[in-house]
Structure formats: structure tokens, C-alpha cells
């Protein structure tokens, strides 16, 4: 390849003997802009292709994942793990819905904070169920996971029973303090 430079170096006279035809760098010069032209708009198409791709890949997992999705994934309860726990299931779902309308019942009033701190107690404890379900879903046969399954039914009956313990002594006092104001204004 050396060679071949030195040799057009050296010749280079004899290379610069002719000269291109009158017009010829107007139109080279008129050539390069339209090639740049096209570049850009087959950079643009490129660029407004991948946006609409993009943004149907998005749309798209965005319904797999808030609709069809849900549909699919319904996590397993205690009953899914056997029908001999099936009707430890429904008592326990039983006995927390009544201490929940029991909860709802003393917490009317006054006591809306108390019903506010209850329900956030709650959602505490819910999300640890759906941790329970998720173990559940990854080992249907897990004797430990039914368990903490069972623990959690029952630890929650044991709140809520304290909590409607609480509230009903909340009241009492409530009665008496009131009971009290009206003897010393009467």
C-alpha cells in the first residue's frame, strides 16, 4: 500500500492533467444536499417508528398487567390448601366479619379515630396475608405456610377481640364521665 502512495506522490503531475467538465462541482454540490435530506427523513421515519413501537409495548403491558393479568392471577386461600381446611377457613372469615361490625358498632361517635387506627392496623395485616398467599402459590404443599396461615387467622381474632374489648371499656367510661357531668350540673 506504501508503494502505491509513493508512486501517486511522486506521478502526481501527470494525475492533474485533466480537468472534470464545466458544471461538475454544481452538480456534486446539488447532489450532496438532497442525499443529506434524505438521511434525515429516513432518520425521522426511523425515530417515529420506534416511539409508536415503544409506546404500543407499554399500552400493551400496561393491560396485560391491570386486566388480564388479575383475572389470572387470583391468589390461593386456606381452602385452596384442602378441603379439611376449608371450614376452618369460612368459621375464621365468620368471626372476623362479626368483630369487624362489632368494631364499627362501639367506634361510632367519638371513637373515629380509634376506627381510623383499627383499619390501618388492618391493612397491616392484610398485606402480610397476601404475603401467606404468594407463599402459598409457591408451595401449595407446605405444611409451614398453612400454618402461619392458620396463626394468622387466629392472631387477628385475638386482636380484634381486644380491640372490642378496648372500645367497649372506652364507652363505659365514656357513659360514666358523662353520667357523672349530669349528677354535678343537676
Given at each position: 500500500m ?13 494525475f492533474d ?6 458544471g461538475?462541482?454544481?452538480r456534486?454540490?446539488n ?18 417508528a ?11 403491558l ?40 362489632m ?23 392484610d398485606?402480610l ?22 396463626n ?11 380491640i372490642v374489648?378496648?372500645l ?5 367510661l ?13
Amino acid at each position: 500500500m506504501n508503494s502505491l502512495e509513493d508512486y501517486i506522490k511522486q506521478n502526481r503531475a501527470a494525475f492533474d492533467t485533466q480537468e472534470p467538465p464545466e458544471g461538475h462541482m454544481d452538480r456534486f454540490l446539488n447532489r450532496l444536499p438532497k442525499q443529506k435530506n434524505k438521511t434525515i427523513l429516513y432518520l425521522r421515519t426511523i425515530a417515529a417508528a420506534a416511539v409508536v413501537t415503544l409506546l404500543v409495548t407499554l399500552s400493551g403491558l400496561y393491560v396485560y398487567d391491570n386486566w388480564i393479568n388479575d383475572q389470572k392471577s387470583v391468589l390461593p386461600t386456606l381452602a385452596d390448601a384442602g378441603t379439611e381446611y376449608a371450614e376452618a377457613e369460612a368459621y375464621f372469615i365468620s368471626t372476623i366479619n362479626h368483630h369487624e361490625q362489632m368494631i364499627d358498632q362501639l367506634s361510632e361517635g367519638d371513637l373515629q379515630q380509634e376506627r381510623e387506627q383499627f383499619k390501618q392496623e388492618m391493612k397491616v395485616m392484610d398485606s402480610l396475608y397476601v404475603q401467606l398467599q404468594h407463599d402459598l402459590q409457591t408451595n401449595p404443599d407446605d405444611p409451614r405456610v398453612i400454618n402461619a396461615m392458620i396463626n394468622h387467622y387466629q392472631i387477628r381474632i385475638k386482636v380484634m377481640q381486644r380491640i372490642v374489648v378496648q372500645l367497649k371499656d372506652a364507652r363505659k367510661l365514656k357513659t360514666h364521665k358523662t353520667q357523672e357531668n349530669e349528677k354535678i350540673y343537676v
